[in-house]
Protein backbone atom coordinates (compact mmCIF):
# COMPACT_ATOMS: atom_id res chain seq x y z
CA UNK A 1 0.00 0.00 0.00
CA UNK A 2 1.52 3.75 -0.61
CA UNK A 3 0.87 6.26 1.83
CA UNK A 4 -2.66 7.11 1.91
CA UNK A 5 -4.42 10.11 1.80
CA UNK A 6 -6.63 11.39 4.57
CA UNK A 7 -10.37 11.36 2.91
CA UNK A 8 -12.69 13.41 4.94
CA UNK A 9 -15.57 12.45 2.21
CA UNK A 10 -19.25 12.66 3.96
CA UNK A 11 -19.38 9.20 1.98
CA UNK A 12 -18.34 6.89 0.45
CA UNK A 13 -16.18 7.58 2.58
CA UNK A 14 -12.44 5.85 4.38
CA UNK A 15 -12.33 2.27 4.63
CA UNK A 16 -9.96 0.49 6.99
CA UNK A 17 -6.47 -0.16 6.23
CA UNK A 18 -6.85 -3.98 7.84
CA UNK A 19 -9.87 -4.00 5.90
CA UNK A 20 -8.81 -3.59 2.82
CA UNK A 21 -5.87 -5.74 2.99
CA UNK A 22 -8.12 -8.98 3.97
CA UNK A 23 -10.30 -7.61 1.13
CA UNK A 24 -7.09 -7.71 -0.96
CA UNK A 25 -5.91 -10.89 0.06
CA UNK A 26 -9.32 -12.75 -1.00
CA UNK A 27 -9.98 -11.27 -4.12
CA UNK A 28 -8.47 -13.50 -6.30
CA UNK A 29 -9.59 -16.77 -4.54
CA UNK A 30 -11.91 -16.85 -1.18
CA UNK A 31 -10.47 -19.49 1.04
CA UNK A 32 -9.45 -21.86 -1.27
CA UNK A 33 -12.29 -21.59 -3.98
CA UNK A 34 -11.44 -20.70 -7.93
CA UNK A 35 -13.50 -18.27 -7.87
CA UNK A 36 -12.51 -15.33 -6.96
CA UNK A 37 -13.93 -13.65 -4.17
CA UNK A 38 -15.94 -11.16 -6.00
CA UNK A 39 -17.20 -13.75 -8.58
CA UNK A 40 -18.75 -16.44 -5.93
CA UNK A 41 -22.28 -17.32 -6.96
CA UNK A 42 -25.11 -15.84 -4.17
CA UNK A 43 -26.50 -19.56 -4.33
CA UNK A 44 -23.11 -21.15 -3.62
CA UNK A 45 -22.18 -22.49 -0.04
CA UNK A 46 -19.55 -19.97 0.00
CA UNK A 47 -21.83 -17.25 -0.14
CA UNK A 48 -24.45 -18.39 2.04
CA UNK A 49 -21.49 -19.19 4.83
CA UNK A 50 -20.39 -15.20 4.03
CA UNK A 51 -23.97 -13.99 4.61
CA UNK A 52 -24.48 -15.78 7.73
CA UNK A 53 -21.71 -15.22 9.21
CA UNK A 54 -22.26 -11.23 8.32
CA UNK A 55 -25.47 -10.93 10.15
CA UNK A 56 -24.40 -13.38 12.96
CA UNK A 57 -21.24 -10.94 13.55
CA UNK A 58 -23.66 -8.17 12.95
CA UNK A 59 -25.97 -9.23 15.67
CA UNK A 60 -22.82 -9.39 17.81
CA UNK A 61 -21.22 -6.31 17.39
CA UNK A 62 -24.68 -4.60 17.76
CA UNK A 63 -26.24 -6.28 20.47
CA UNK A 64 -29.16 -7.19 18.08
CA UNK A 65 -31.99 -9.08 19.78
CA UNK A 66 -33.22 -12.42 18.66
CA UNK A 67 -36.70 -10.83 17.69
CA UNK A 68 -35.19 -8.44 15.38
CA UNK A 69 -34.79 -9.32 11.94
CA UNK A 70 -31.77 -7.97 9.68
CA UNK A 71 -32.29 -7.47 6.11
CA UNK A 72 -29.36 -6.59 3.22
CA UNK A 73 -31.23 -4.39 0.78
CA UNK A 74 -30.61 -2.49 -2.74
CA UNK A 75 -31.27 1.44 -3.21
CA UNK A 76 -29.36 2.75 -0.12
CA UNK A 77 -30.96 4.68 2.58
CA UNK A 78 -33.49 6.89 -0.16
CA UNK A 79 -35.11 3.36 -1.26
CA UNK A 80 -35.52 3.07 3.01
CA UNK A 81 -37.46 6.84 2.84
CA UNK A 82 -40.31 4.69 0.97
CA UNK A 83 -39.93 1.51 2.28
CA UNK A 84 -40.53 2.43 5.84
CA UNK A 85 -43.85 4.45 5.14
CA UNK A 86 -45.27 1.37 2.47
CA UNK A 87 -44.49 -1.38 4.96
CA UNK A 88 -45.07 0.36 8.54
CA UNK A 89 -47.60 3.42 8.26
CA UNK A 90 -50.71 1.11 9.03
CA UNK A 91 -52.70 4.11 10.74
CA UNK A 92 -51.81 6.45 7.84
CA UNK A 93 -49.99 9.24 9.53
CA UNK A 94 -46.65 8.84 11.06
CA UNK A 95 -44.79 12.13 12.91
CA UNK A 96 -41.52 13.03 11.57
CA UNK A 97 -38.90 15.13 13.16
CA UNK A 98 -36.82 17.29 10.56
CA UNK A 99 -33.41 17.94 12.00
CA UNK A 100 -31.44 18.48 8.07
CA UNK A 101 -32.01 17.36 4.65
CA UNK A 102 -32.45 13.69 4.88
CA UNK A 103 -35.18 13.97 7.56
CA UNK A 104 -36.77 16.43 4.90
CA UNK A 105 -36.53 13.79 2.27
CA UNK A 106 -37.72 10.97 4.47
CA UNK A 107 -40.57 12.70 5.07
CA UNK A 108 -41.33 13.98 1.29
CA UNK A 109 -41.55 10.69 0.65
CA UNK A 110 -43.61 9.32 3.54
CA UNK A 111 -46.13 11.95 2.23
CA UNK A 112 -46.68 10.05 -0.56
CA UNK A 113 -48.33 7.10 1.47
CA UNK A 114 -49.91 8.73 3.89
CA UNK A 115 -50.02 11.89 6.58
CA UNK A 116 -46.35 12.63 7.15
CA UNK A 117 -46.76 14.89 10.06
CA UNK A 118 -43.78 17.40 11.07
CA UNK A 119 -43.92 17.26 14.76
CA UNK A 120 -40.64 19.11 15.45
CA UNK A 121 -38.47 20.83 13.58
CA UNK A 122 -35.04 22.88 13.81
CA UNK A 123 -35.01 24.67 10.15
CA UNK A 124 -35.82 28.11 12.24
CA UNK A 125 -32.13 28.12 13.35
CA UNK A 126 -30.85 25.97 10.37
CA UNK A 127 -30.31 23.03 11.77
CA UNK A 128 -28.17 23.83 14.49
CA UNK A 129 -29.40 22.19 17.14
CA UNK A 130 -31.74 19.24 17.63
CA UNK A 131 -35.17 20.11 19.21
CA UNK A 132 -36.16 18.99 22.37
CA UNK A 133 -37.68 15.36 22.33
CA UNK A 134 -39.11 15.43 25.45
CA UNK A 135 -41.07 18.82 24.39
CA UNK A 136 -42.67 17.44 21.40
CA UNK A 137 -46.48 17.00 20.98
CA UNK A 138 -46.42 13.68 19.42
CA UNK A 139 -49.84 12.34 17.75
CA UNK A 140 -51.07 9.80 19.58
CA UNK A 141 -52.74 8.20 16.04
CA UNK A 142 -48.97 8.30 14.59
CA UNK A 143 -47.55 4.94 12.89
CA UNK A 144 -44.11 5.75 14.40
CA UNK A 145 -41.90 8.56 14.49
CA UNK A 146 -39.04 8.72 12.53
CA UNK A 147 -35.64 10.69 12.68
CA UNK A 148 -32.47 10.69 10.95
CA UNK A 149 -30.37 10.33 14.13
CA UNK A 150 -27.10 11.81 12.91
CA UNK A 151 -26.97 14.96 10.50
CA UNK A 152 -24.03 14.02 8.16
CA UNK A 153 -24.53 17.71 6.49
CA UNK A 154 -25.38 19.76 9.33
CA UNK A 155 -23.13 18.38 12.00
CA UNK A 156 -26.03 17.44 14.48
CA UNK A 157 -26.63 14.37 16.76
CA UNK A 158 -29.46 13.40 18.65
CA UNK A 159 -28.70 13.13 22.38
CA UNK A 160 -31.92 11.89 23.47
CA UNK A 161 -34.47 9.77 21.26
CA UNK A 162 -38.27 9.76 21.35
CA UNK A 163 -39.38 7.39 23.55
CA UNK A 164 -43.22 7.12 23.16
CA UNK A 165 -45.25 4.23 24.40
CA UNK A 166 -46.40 1.95 21.87
CA UNK A 167 -45.51 4.17 18.93
CA UNK A 168 -42.16 2.56 17.78
CA UNK A 169 -39.01 4.77 17.11
CA UNK A 170 -37.54 4.56 13.09
CA UNK A 171 -34.86 6.44 12.55
CA UNK A 172 -32.25 6.59 9.57
CA UNK A 173 -28.62 5.95 11.39
CA UNK A 174 -26.38 5.85 8.31
CA UNK A 175 -23.91 8.21 9.47
CA UNK A 176 -23.27 7.01 12.79
CA UNK A 177 -23.94 3.48 12.93
CA UNK A 178 -21.03 1.11 14.59
CA UNK A 179 -19.54 4.20 16.06
CA UNK A 180 -20.73 3.92 19.17
CA UNK A 181 -22.77 1.38 21.62
CA UNK A 182 -26.35 1.01 20.27
CA UNK A 183 -29.50 -0.03 22.28
CA UNK A 184 -31.63 -1.49 19.29
CA UNK A 185 -34.49 -2.24 21.95
CA UNK A 186 -35.19 1.42 21.95
CA UNK A 187 -36.25 1.34 18.46
CA UNK A 188 -38.96 -0.54 16.16
CA UNK A 189 -36.63 -0.07 13.19
CA UNK A 190 -32.91 1.47 12.48
CA UNK A 191 -31.72 1.57 8.70
CA UNK A 192 -28.36 2.88 7.28
CA UNK A 193 -26.85 2.87 4.19
CA UNK A 194 -23.31 1.48 4.48
CA UNK A 195 -21.06 3.65 2.78
CA UNK A 196 -20.35 6.31 5.62
CA UNK A 197 -19.29 3.48 8.51
CA UNK A 198 -19.18 0.15 6.78
CA UNK A 199 -18.52 -0.52 3.47
CA UNK A 200 -18.22 0.56 0.15
CA UNK A 201 -21.84 2.17 -1.51
CA UNK A 202 -24.22 0.34 -2.53
CA UNK A 203 -26.54 -1.23 -0.13
CA UNK A 204 -28.65 -0.39 2.57
CA UNK A 205 -29.21 -2.24 6.27
CA UNK A 206 -32.93 -2.35 7.59
CA UNK A 207 -32.98 -4.00 11.54
CA UNK A 208 -36.71 -4.49 12.32
CA UNK A 209 -38.79 -5.82 15.24
CA UNK A 210 -40.62 -9.20 14.34
CA UNK A 211 -44.00 -7.87 15.40
CA UNK A 212 -43.43 -4.73 12.75
CA UNK A 213 -43.69 -7.15 9.61
CA UNK A 214 -46.68 -8.25 7.51
CA UNK A 215 -48.15 -4.96 7.36
CA UNK A 216 -49.09 -2.05 5.16
CA UNK A 217 -49.47 1.47 4.32
CA UNK A 218 -52.75 2.13 5.38
CA UNK A 219 -55.29 1.92 1.83
CA UNK A 220 -52.54 -0.09 0.23
CA UNK A 221 -53.21 -3.94 0.59
CA UNK A 222 -49.80 -6.17 1.83
CA UNK A 223 -49.93 -7.73 -1.61
CA UNK A 224 -49.80 -4.80 -3.72
CA UNK A 225 -46.60 -3.41 -2.29
CA UNK A 226 -43.86 -4.13 -5.03
CA UNK A 227 -41.96 -7.19 -4.15
CA UNK A 228 -38.99 -5.50 -3.88
CA UNK A 229 -40.38 -3.06 -1.07
CA UNK A 230 -41.50 -5.57 0.86
CA UNK A 231 -40.04 -6.35 4.01
CA UNK A 232 -41.87 -9.46 4.81
CA UNK A 233 -41.43 -10.77 1.30
CA UNK A 234 -37.39 -9.90 1.50
CA UNK A 235 -37.00 -10.89 5.13
CA UNK A 236 -38.12 -13.76 4.76
CA UNK A 237 -35.48 -14.72 1.80
CA UNK A 238 -33.05 -13.84 3.95
CA UNK A 239 -32.72 -10.99 1.57
CA UNK A 240 -31.96 -13.64 -0.78
CA UNK A 241 -35.43 -12.97 -2.76
CA UNK A 242 -33.29 -11.81 -5.87
CA UNK A 243 -29.26 -12.05 -6.20
CA UNK A 244 -28.43 -9.24 -3.31
CA UNK A 245 -25.46 -7.06 -3.17
CA UNK A 246 -22.91 -9.45 -2.49
CA UNK A 247 -19.70 -7.73 -2.23
CA UNK A 248 -21.07 -5.25 0.17
CA UNK A 249 -22.33 -8.08 2.08
CA UNK A 250 -18.61 -9.51 2.13
CA UNK A 251 -17.03 -5.83 2.97
CA UNK A 252 -19.92 -5.46 6.07
CA UNK A 253 -18.43 -8.55 7.10
CA UNK A 254 -14.67 -7.83 7.28
CA UNK A 255 -15.90 -4.76 8.49
CA UNK A 256 -17.70 -6.83 11.73
CA UNK A 257 -14.76 -8.69 12.19
CA UNK A 258 -12.42 -5.84 12.38
CA UNK A 259 -14.50 -3.62 15.02
CA UNK A 260 -14.99 -7.33 17.02
CA UNK A 261 -11.67 -8.54 17.00
CA UNK A 262 -9.65 -5.27 16.25
CA UNK A 263 -11.00 -2.39 18.20
CA UNK A 264 -12.81 -4.72 20.73
CA UNK A 265 -16.33 -3.23 20.38
CA UNK A 266 -18.42 -0.31 19.93
CA UNK A 267 -17.38 1.01 23.78
CA UNK A 268 -13.98 1.08 22.56
CA UNK A 269 -14.96 2.38 18.82
CA UNK A 270 -16.50 5.00 20.80
CA UNK A 271 -13.41 6.44 22.89
CA UNK A 272 -11.64 6.83 20.08
CA UNK A 273 -14.47 8.61 17.84
CA UNK A 274 -14.79 10.94 21.01
CA UNK A 275 -11.05 11.48 21.62
CA UNK A 276 -10.75 12.54 17.66
CA UNK A 277 -14.25 14.81 17.98
CA UNK A 278 -12.53 16.67 20.94
CA UNK A 279 -9.30 17.48 18.87
CA UNK A 280 -10.74 18.57 16.49
CA UNK A 281 -13.97 20.77 18.75
CA UNK A 282 -11.24 22.34 20.93
CA UNK A 283 -9.19 23.33 18.54
CA UNK A 284 -12.06 25.49 17.29
CA UNK A 285 -13.71 26.48 20.19
CA UNK A 286 -10.33 27.94 21.02
CA UNK A 287 -9.46 30.25 18.16
CA UNK A 288 -11.61 32.60 16.98
CA UNK A 289 -10.90 32.37 12.66
CA UNK A 290 -13.01 29.02 12.21
CA UNK A 291 -16.51 29.13 13.18
CA UNK A 292 -18.56 26.12 13.90
CA UNK A 293 -22.71 26.95 13.92
CA UNK A 294 -23.89 23.58 15.83
CA UNK A 295 -25.32 24.71 19.27
CA UNK A 296 -22.43 22.43 21.42
CA UNK A 297 -24.45 20.08 23.13
CA UNK A 298 -26.00 18.91 19.57
CA UNK A 299 -22.68 18.41 17.67
CA UNK A 300 -22.04 15.86 15.90
CA UNK A 301 -19.29 13.44 16.58
CA UNK A 302 -19.00 12.08 12.73
CA UNK A 303 -19.59 15.01 10.68
CA UNK A 304 -18.25 18.61 12.11
CA UNK A 305 -18.52 21.46 10.06
CA UNK A 306 -16.73 24.77 10.13
CA UNK A 307 -16.65 28.21 8.13
CA UNK A 308 -13.38 30.70 8.09
CA UNK A 309 -14.36 34.18 7.57
CA UNK A 310 -15.30 34.43 4.15
CA UNK A 311 -16.57 32.31 1.38
CA UNK A 312 -13.42 33.03 -0.97
CA UNK A 313 -11.13 31.91 1.83
CA UNK A 314 -13.20 28.29 2.48
CA UNK A 315 -12.39 27.78 -1.04
CA UNK A 316 -8.67 28.17 -0.79
CA UNK A 317 -8.70 26.58 2.30
CA UNK A 318 -10.08 23.26 0.36
CA UNK A 319 -7.46 23.88 -2.38
CA UNK A 320 -4.95 23.97 0.14
CA UNK A 321 -5.80 21.06 2.09
CA UNK A 322 -6.29 18.77 -1.05
CA UNK A 323 -2.64 19.82 -2.08
CA UNK A 324 -1.71 18.82 1.38
CA UNK A 325 -3.50 15.16 1.46
CA UNK A 326 -6.72 16.42 3.14
CA UNK A 327 -9.25 15.55 0.67
CA UNK A 328 -12.72 15.81 0.24
CA UNK A 329 -12.92 19.15 2.67
CA UNK A 330 -15.53 21.26 0.84
CA UNK A 331 -18.95 21.20 2.62
CA UNK A 332 -22.75 20.24 1.26
CA UNK A 333 -23.76 22.83 -1.08
CA UNK A 334 -26.68 23.52 1.62
CA UNK A 335 -24.43 25.31 3.99
CA UNK A 336 -20.95 26.30 2.26
CA UNK A 337 -17.56 26.30 4.35
CA UNK A 338 -15.62 23.09 5.04
CA UNK A 339 -16.90 19.44 6.92
CA UNK A 340 -14.92 16.53 8.20
CA UNK A 341 -16.27 13.66 8.17
CA UNK A 342 -14.38 11.45 10.51
CA UNK A 343 -16.10 7.86 10.60
CA UNK A 344 -14.53 4.89 12.28
CA UNK A 345 -11.76 4.54 9.87
CA UNK A 346 -10.49 8.26 10.42
CA UNK A 347 -7.24 7.40 11.86
CA UNK A 348 -6.47 10.03 15.00
CA UNK A 349 -3.28 11.11 12.68
CA UNK A 350 -5.51 12.59 10.16
CA UNK A 351 -7.41 14.52 12.69
CA UNK A 352 -4.64 15.91 14.12
CA UNK A 353 -3.03 16.58 10.71
CA UNK A 354 -6.20 18.86 9.75
CA UNK A 355 -6.17 20.96 12.69
CA UNK A 356 -2.26 21.60 12.04
CA UNK A 357 -3.24 22.58 8.75
CA UNK A 358 -6.24 24.82 10.42
CA UNK A 359 -3.77 26.42 12.23
CA UNK A 360 -0.84 26.80 9.14
CA UNK A 361 -4.05 28.25 7.59
CA UNK A 362 -5.18 30.69 9.89
CA UNK A 363 -1.68 31.87 10.74
CA UNK A 364 -0.95 32.71 7.51
CA UNK A 365 -4.50 34.55 6.75
CA UNK A 366 -5.39 35.98 10.05
Known sequence: FMARVYNFSAGPSMLPEPVLRNAQ????????????GRELSHRSSWFEEILASTEAAMRRVLGVPDNYRIGFF????????????????????????????????AAEEAAKFGTARIAASSKDRNFTYIPDVKAVEYDPNASYIHICQNNTIF????????????????????????SEPTDVTRYGCLYFGVQKNVAPAGMAVAIL??????????????????TMMNYTTLLKADSMYNTPPCWCIYMTGLMM?????????????????????????????????????????????????????TPELDKEFCAEAAKAGLLNLKGHRLVGGMRASIYN??????????????????????
Do not use: C, W
Open 74 to 105: QGGATQQFAMVPLNLMTTGTADYLVTGNFSKK
Open 25 to 36: AELLAYHGSVQR
Open 155 to 178: GTTYVELPQVEGIPLVADVSSMIF
Open 257 to 309: DYLEHEIGGLAQMQQINQAKAKVLYDYLDGQSFFKNPVEPRYRSRMNVTFTSP
Open 209 to 226: REDLLGRSAKGIPAEKIP
Open 345 to 366: AMPPQGVEALVAFMEKFRRAHA
